[in-house]
């Protein structure tokens, strides 16, 4: 049993059972992906496979095709994401991650480069290292490095082992 609202949305279903899709395009090209939900034009419309997703907003979860059990929330939350198990709420959230798994971000633009596993990012731009750093320059007067005359240099070694090996790097 399915539900389909909307031009083109479950336009390709064969044998897929319990999925609702609600608006244009929504899980359209979905011929055996399980108990999924898609609401908004776009959501899930690549979708083939992938089982238990949850799709809200124009183009949630719109490239996924095989990954399941994620959680796409707001527009284009989540939108290049092809990994099971993540959670994207926000305004494109999470847009840009797609191989990760097990992996949060929420608020506006939260996770956006995130491809590593295992992560949480909360707040405007959370996870993305570019941002971060843009921010910091705007935030922080610059130093010039000629002037700075370290006595010491500390390296949080017990907090740099729960880090990604990129970042331990």
Same mark, same amino acid.
């Given at each position: 049993n399915n539900t389909a609202i909307g031009n083109n949305s479950l336009q390709a279903n064969t044998t897929a059972d319990d999925n609702t899709a609600v #608006?244009?395009?929504a899980l359209k090209?979905?011929?055996? #992906? /399980?108990?999924?939900?898609?609401v908004g034009s776009l959501a899930l419309d690549a979708n083939?496979?992938?089982? /238990?997703?949850?799709?809200? #907003?124009?183009?949630?979860?719109?490239?996924?095709?095989?990954g399941g059990l994620s959680v796409a929330i707001g527009k284009n939350?989540?939108?290049?994401?092809?990994?099971?198990? $993540?959670?994207?709420i926000g305004l494109d959230a999470g847009t840009s991650a797609n191989s990760g798994i097990y992996q949060i971000g929420i608020g506006s633009a939260a996770g956006n480069s995130n491809t590593g596993s $295992?992560?949480?990012?909360i707040g405007?731009?959370?996870n993305s290292a570019e941002i971060f750093q843009k921010v910091g320059d705007v935030l922080l007067d610059k130093i010039e490095r000629s002037d700075v005359n370290f006595k010491?240099?500390?390296?949080?070694?017990d907090l740099l082992e729960l880090c990604d090996e990129e970042v331990q790097d």
């Open positions: #608006g244009y395009h090209v979905n011929p055996t #992906g /399980d108990k999924n939900v898609a083939t496979t992938g089982a /238990d997703g949850v799709a809200i #907003g124009y183009g949630a979860l719109g490239s996924n095709t095989t939350a989540y939108k290049s994401g092809t990994a099971s198990n $993540n959670v994207y $295992n992560s949480i990012g405007w731009f959370a010491r240099f500390l390296i949080a070694e």
